[in-house]
């Protein structure tokens, strides 16, 4: 790509001039508003394409909610969901008629095809099954992240939509929001000499780490997925979709140190509705969390009327892990992880995992021959080496898909699949299933080489 100047690079990335440091908050007014033009390949719908939610969960619910606030884009016309809480909730929501409302989703696949497209978000080991059929069946495909707890299932489905003719698209979020097209735009710009290295942290946040990773349900990595891949193959996704090219070498590192017994307060219980003596004071304590703040209690399926809400959580924190310590749990996931990718055109990647933050954000940095771009989920500061001039801009300040989840990536993501679909045209994704694969690898690698203790090659077998 041709290198710019820096009147360029403001012109073509909607960039402000700024100071040699990061934007104060008096500077912060004059980061300038940018929105993203239409997409030219988008076009008007005559009339929405057809979807089944194949688990109407949390990430159901998401997809669920773009077709209500976007109905000329996506009509959802089946469900399937073994809780009859959430499958009667679904239905509802959308108008479901009884005959499209299943239990199972093997049970979907039992009658003939009735809709463009499935919705994938099942458990994650109950991925494979439903989209192999579905591809056989010749329906489109959203598929939630990650693709399979198995490797060779990954490269399964990924041989079967080859020689399908349907479209399939994962649920890669980050891509489709503001601050990563923007980061991978100014990255692609070549204003700033070669590439030379990544450094990208996730912070889970110490309750969200505690929610989902030590109660929740991917707190067994046998049985769900290695929290490399289940937290974080939105970043190593980015990782590669900055760097270019594929990744060759990882060496990671990481273990399970704090959410352990030998690490339980004297005088904590079983459950922190039991009297524990020390749940005033501990951060994780669950009826904080849940009864007290109202937080993540999607998963406890309570009712709407919070009038309700609060004899339900109680009952629900007797019955299920959601109640119980998290010294006390059957977990074994890592709470922190730092892995080391060596790209094939000598970019290294250092990524790092962090249960223990204040904060739920990713921040990256990525270094070049005659620059830097720094970023924290909103304000991306690009600092050149040659004018030592700082030029930044911020995602909060735009308004597209300003209401949807994951920076605006969920409705990103669901207006993508949704022109793909209806105009039968796999080009317009911008998550695609190759890549995907790529760097669900990059993860089953790199839990190799944590476990292993040795440096793995990345390749797709």
Known sequence: MPTLNRRDLLKTLGLTAGAATLATPAQANEIREITFPENPNYISLAQPITAIVLGAGNRGNVYGRYAVAYPG???????????????????????????????TWEDVFKVPKFADAVIISTPDTLHYGPAMKALEMGYNILLEKPISPSMQECLDILAATKKSKSIIAVCHVLRYTAYFRKLKEICDSGTLGTMMSINHLEGIE????????????????????????????HDLDI???????????????????????????????????????????C??????????????IHVLDVPEDPALQGPAILERLKTSNYGRCVYRMNNDQPDHYTSIFQFSNGILATFGLEAFTAWEAR??????????????????????????????????????????GHGGGDHGLMQNFVQAVAQNNRALLTSTIDASIESHVMGFMAEASRKSGKSMDIKLV
């Open 73 to 103: 884009d996506v009509k959802m016309v089946g469900v399937a969901e073994p809780n009859e809480f959430r499958n009667e909730r679904f239905a509802k929501t959308h108008g479901i008629e009884a005959n499209h409302r299943f239990v």
């Open 283 to 296: 951060p994780f304590s669950a009826i904080k969390v849940y009864y007290e703040q109202k937080k993540r």
């Open 363 to 404: 921040k990256t940095r990525v270094m070049f021959s005659m620059g830097e771009v720094e970023g924290d989920n909103d304000l991306i500061k690009v600092t050149d080496f040659r004018t030592k001039e700082v030029t930044t801009w911020k995602a909060s300040e735009q308004k597209e898909f300003n209401n949807s």
């Open 239 to 281: 990782m590669r979709w900055i760097a270019n090219k594929p990744a060759k070498t990882v060496s990671a590192y990481g273990n399970l140190k704090w959410f352990k017994l030998e690490n339980a307060p004297a005088g904590s219980t079983e459950r922190c509705v039991e009297g524990c003596k020390v749940e005033r004071e």
């Open 206 to 233: 110490h309750v969200h780490m505690a929610h989902s990773y030590v109660r929740g349900n991917w707190h067994e990595a046998e049985k769900t997925n290695p929290i490399i891949l289940a937290k974080s193959c």
